[in-house]
């Protein structure tokens, strides 16, 4: 399963640096607006230490990391929605995606122009998402029209539509985003059937600039309005310094350590990315392991068993017998399978069994 984080934002923020750092993959990078027409794509591996932690335990030949795609699409500006600057086709690419990786600067440098020549992050978030609501009032606007002859005639499910998306458009009126309406279960099928911009999953990235003024090291006031801001409505947001992050991509082992640490960056904003944008679309990985492979699945949050095994194989889920299953760590401590049934850590699970995030399983068909 692979699912796609599309990388949007205004223009000269640092997408295209952040995609670099991210995929090692080259696209134009340039200071001024526009530098990205089409969309790069990028398919990153997602770090996860206990797969290979895996691979050592059983002296895998092959080891077979979870994966994440991610789309470099073009800036955006004012009127997006309305046709400006590159709208339309900005637009359609985000559609065309599973979540949104939102990136915002959070750094003042003279020498990197900002489109409306000011540094406010949480303006720059509020011009963004106001362009994205423009875009769904559109398209809930239009489904209502074309679903009003169903309605007039009392048609129960066009009569239950009309209700969802009226709740919608009156957020959508207020600028504010379609993923804040109260749903129940049966009525967000209803709402993605639209593929709504704003209805999609947000992963705020802020990114700061060695050697900048960086607003969160200045506790400035304008970076305490932000965090306000997504504290207050419980967002996710992350925080890179895309530049660096790129040029640490040229090192690897202890030469990255201590490059890293010459730089005085800690962690690896990169990976906390990556895992963030992977948590963002609902996903979590299980566990197989052997002397040929050590492999990460890639499943939704709350599969079965059956459905789980789908991504090993589709005949899996109609096939499933029984999987049995064991803790990563309890695996590794345990030191061998063997040891591990002696102890009685490996359970045995049927088909209504919802597979826990770190599951190492072995399935019978």
């Known amino acids: 399963m692979s699912l796609s984080v599309g990388i949007v934002g205004l223009p000269n923020v640092g997408k295209s640096t952040l995609f670099k750092a991210l995929t090692k993959k080259a696209v134009l990078i340039a200071n001024y607006p526009f530098a990205t027409i089409d969309p790069s794509v990028g398919v990153v591996e997602v770090p996860d230490e206990r797969l290979f932690k895996l691979s050592e335990f059983s002296h895998s030949k092959k080891t077979v990391t979870a994966i994440v795609e991610f789309v470099d699409i073009a800036g955006l500006v004012k009127g997006a929605s309305e046709g400006e600057g590159l709208g339309n086709k900005f637009l359609a690419n985000i559609r065309e995606t599973d979540a949104i990786g939102e990136v915002v600067r959070i750094f003042d440098d003279s020498d990197i122009v900002h489109v409306d020549g000011k540094i406010d992050p949480l303006a720059d978030v509020m011009t963004i998402n106001l362009e994205l609501a423009i875009a769904d009032h559109q398209t809930v606007t239009k489904r209502i029209e074309n679903i009003g002859k169903d309605v007039k005639r009392g048609d129960k499910l066009a009569v239950k539509e009309l209700d969802i998306l009226t709740r919608v458009k009156a957020l959508l009126d207020k600028g504010e985003l379609a993923n804040r309406a109260e749903l129940s279960d049966d009525e967000v099928p209803i709402v993605k059937a639209l593929n709504l911009l704003t209805f999609k999953p947000i ?81 979590m990985t299980y566990f197989t392991t052997g002397e040929d492979e050590s492999r990460a699945w890639t499943i939704k949050n709350n599969s079965t068993a059956p459905v789980a095994g789908i991504a090993i194989h589709t005949d899996f889920k109609e096939k499933f017998i029984r999987a049995e299953v064991i803790k990563w760590n309890a695996l590794l401590e345990a030191g061998s399978y063997g040891s591990a049934r002696e102890k009685g850590l490996v359970r045995t699970e049927g088909k209504e069994y919802i597979v826990k995030d770190g599951d190492v399983i072995e399935f019978k068909i």
Request: glycine share 8%; no cysteine.
């Open 203 to 283: 992963l705020y990235i802020l990114n700061k600039k060695a050697g900048g003024k960086n607003l969160d090291e200045l506790n400035d006031e304008r970076f305490v309005k932000l965090l306000s801001f997504f504290n207050e409505r419980k967002d996710q947001y992350v925080i890179v310094d895309a530049k660096i992050e790129e040029e640490l991509n040229e090192f690897v082992g202890a030469e990255k350590v201590e490059f890293a640490k010459e730089l005085g960056v800690s962690g690896d904003g990169v990976d906390e990315l990556i895992v963030a944008a992977y948590k963002l679309l609902g996903l």
